[in-house]
T-cell receptor
Framework: GQQLNQSPQSMFIQEGEDVSMNCTSSSIFNTWLWYKQDPGEGPVLLIALYKAGELTSNGRLTAQFGITRKDSFLNISASIPSDVGIYFCAGHGGGSGGGADGLTFGKGTHLIIQP | DVKVTQSSRYLVKRTGEKVFLECVQDMDHENMFWYRQDPGLGLRLIYFSYDVKMKEKGDIPEGYSVSREKKERFSLILESASTNQTSMYLC????????????FGPGTRLTVL
């Protein structure tokens, strides 16, 4: 299947700092999504992006669908302790990703916040 | 809110045992998915289903089978569990035409000894 390169793999930041992470692919996607997973739980959808160039916000979170349709980034402003977790990007469509109609996931960015 | 539930949060089985992982969703979703999650590998699609009695292989179906006898329930079956199937298993569901906005269950952490 397709591969998504997500970076960084982990981030150690101070509370209040801004966070930025991104995903790139060698193939195009029609949809980009960002999920957050808390320990012992399933991923929860944060933001879905449907159009190349689209910039979408959800509270302190902002994500963009790259113009080339091969990348996306997620920013978190003014991080707080409950932002801790693993963030996954996921792509859908545009090729043979994710076993036909499943999602192709990045390997995750582990966010750790030091008070 | 969509609720996706999985029958067990933790499961320990022995090599060679037949294992059933159950997933139920309460929002009348047509599409259901099974993923496994491993450190450093992210989530990988095992099987998915568009409708009752319908199933499609994902990226890593080997060693697994599935059953969808009712719309709300999607079962993952390990016919003969092996140690390399120790993993976190996640079920997800979506409405038809909304394959991208997948709602996940809490996961089942399976250990095969």
């Amino acid at each position: 299947g397709q591969q998504l390169n997500q970076s960084p793999q982990s981030m150690f930041i101070q509370e209040g700092e801004d966070v930025s992470m991104n995903c790139t692919s060698s193939s195009i996607f029609n949809t980009w999504l960002w999920y957050k997973q808390d320990p012992g739980e399933g991923p929860v959808l944060l933001i879905a992006l449907y159009k190349a160039g689209e910039l979408t916000s959800n509270g302190r979170l902002t994500a963009q669908f790259g113009i080339t349709r091969k990348d996306s980034f997620l920013n978190i402003s003014a991080s707080i302790p409950s932002d801790v977790g693993i963030y996954f990007c996921a792509g859908h469509g545009g090729g043979s990703g994710g076993g036909a109609d499943g999602l192709t996931f990045g390997k995750g960015t582990h966010l750790i916040i030091q008070p | 809110d969509v609720k996706v539930t999985q029958s067990s949060r933790y499961l320990v089985k022995r090599t060679g045992e037949k294992v059933f992982l159950e997933c139920v969703q309460d929002m009348d979703h047509e599409n259901m998915f099974w993923y496994r999650q491993d450190p450093g590998l992210g989530l990988r699609l095992i099987y998915f289903s568009y409708d009752v009695k319908m199933k499609e292989k994902g990226d890593i179906p080997e060693g697994y089978s599935v059953s969808r006898e009712k719309k709300e329930r999607f079962s993952l079956i390990l016919e003969s569990a092996s140690t390399n199937q120790t993993s976190m298993y996640l079920c997800a569901s979506t409405m038809v035409g909304a394959y991208n906005e997948q709602f996940f269950g809490p996961g089942t952490r399976l250990t095969v000894l």
